[in-house]
C-alpha cells in the first residue's frame, strides 16, 4: 500500500485572532475611561452653576394646595347637576312670591300649566287638534 495518497491535513484558523480582539478591548476601555474623564468634571460644573441660580423656588416644586385660574373644572359634576335638578325642581313645584307688592305669585309648573289650558279653552282661543290626545282619549267628532 504504498501508493496510498497522502492527505495535507491541516487545522482549521480560528475565527478571531486573540491578538485583534485584545486590542479591541483596551480600545474601548480607553474610550470609556476618556470619555468620564471629560464628562465628569462638566456634570460637576454645571451642579455648581445651577446651585447658584437657584434661589427662586421652581414654580413646579411648590409645596401646597394651588389652584388653577378660573374657570376651574367642576370636581364633582354628577353631584353638581344633581344639586341643580333638586333646585330646579323646587322652582317649578312650590308655591313663591315673585313680587308681593304687585302680588305676582309663582306656582307650581303642573298647576299653571292647568290654569293655562282652562283658561284658554274658556275663551275659546285654543281648540283642541284633529287627533290630539286628552287624557288618553282621542278629541274627535262625538268624543270628549
Request: net charge neutral; charged share 30%; no cysteine.
Amino acid at each position: 500500500m504504498s501508493g496510498a495518497h497522502q492527505h495535507d491535513v491541516r487545522t482549521e484558523k480560528l475565527d478571531v485572532e486573540p491578538r485583534s480582539l485584545r486590542r479591541a478591548g483596551l480600545w474601548l476601555v480607553a474610550t470609556i475611561v476618556g470619555a468620564m474623564i471629560v464628562v465628569l468634571p462638566l456634570v460637576s460644573l454645571l451642579e455648581d452653576l445651577a446651585a447658584g441660580r437657584e434661589t427662586e423656588p421652581r414654580p413646579l416644586a411648590f409645596e401646597g394646595e394651588r389652584q388653577a385660574p378660573a374657570p376651574r373644572l367642576q370636581r364633582f359634576p354628577t353631584r353638581d347637576v344633581e344639586e341643580l335638578r333638586a333646585q330646579e325642581a323646587a322652582i317649578l313645584g312650590d308655591y313663591a312670591w315673585v313680587d308681593e307688592e304687585q302680588g305676582v305669585v309663582r306656582l307650581p309648573i303642573e298647576r299653571a300649566m292647568l290654569r293655562r289650558n282652562q283658561g284658554a279653552h274658556r275663551e275659546g282661543a285654543v281648540a283642541p287638534a284633529a287627533g290630539a290626545r286628552r287624557h288618553g282619549s282621542r278629541v274627535g267628532p262625538g268624543r270628549g
